[in-house]
């Protein structure tokens, strides 16, 4: 079945820094979604993207399905950045959306 | 549109009680999911329904895990009896085509 790697486990940055989370699946993926979560709080939407680049303000994702490969990219990090961060895709063939055990951030000011 | 609401958000209960946990997805999404986290399992499937229909039913988690949908704008899930390994945080989804869009979850702690 698909499987989904997110990298790093763990990221710690000083605010201001750049931060770049990867996310490797198994299988030709399509609809790949990119969820964020405070701790504590709602898993929110912040990409769908089944291949390319797509931005939204400091966030910028970029999928490359051929590659089996996604990455979302954070710019000049502030603390309200930390969580985790989660990315999900469809199981092939079916409806079931598999998830990363997901890349937890600590941004410090 | 208010998103995916989920009450109630805190629970507690005791062992061997019925809990039922409700949620009232985004209207319109024809796909509603439950799903259970804890840290050390993330997130887990129970129970999928596409246009009212139960897809999923969760597997191991059917002899004790029963959602139910009677209508297209509200889903529950009801847990009996309750055990002390079901403490997490149960999560609604809704999906209209590709996107999900999650609930802010129930904290269930069970004694």
């Known amino acids: 079945g698909q499987q989904v790697q997110q990298s790093p486990a763990s990221l710690v940055l000083q605010e201001g820094e750049n931060a770049e989370l990867q996310c490797n699946f198994s299988?030709?993926?399509?609809?790949l979604q990119w969820f964020y979560q405070h701790p504590g709080g709602r898993l929110v939407s912040l990409f769908y993207?089944?291949?390319g680049t797509k931005h939204t303000g400091r966030l910028t994702s970029t999928t490359v399905t051929n590659e089996r490969r996604s990455s979302l990219h954070i710019s000049s990090s502030q603390t309200t950045d930390s969580g985790t961060y989660f990315c999900?895709?469809?199981?092939?063939?079916?409806?079931?959306?598999?998830f990363g055990s997901g890349t937890r951030l600590l941004v410090s000011p | 549109d208010a998103g995916v609401t989920q009450t109630p958000r805190h629970e507690v209960a005791e062992k061997g009680q019925t809990i039922i946990l409700k949620c009232e997805p985004v209207?319109?999404?024809?796909?509603l999911f439950w799903y259970r986290q804890t840290k050390i399992q993330g997130l887990e499937l129970l129970s999928y329904f596409r246009s009212k229909s139960l897809m999923e039913d969760g597997g191991a988690f059917k002899d004790r895990f029963k959602a139910e949908m009677l209508n297209s704008s509200f889903s529950t899930l009801k847990i009996q009896p309750t055990e002390p390994k079901d403490s997490a945080v149960y999560l609604c989804a809704s999906r209209h085509y590709a996107e999900q869009f999650f609930g802010p979850g129930t904290r269930l702690t069970v004694l």
């Open positions: 299988s030709t993926a399509t609809r």
């Open positions: 209207s319109g999404h024809n796909d």
């Open positions: 993207n089944p291949s």
């Open positions: 999900a895709i469809p199981r092939t063939g079916g409806y079931k959306v598999v």
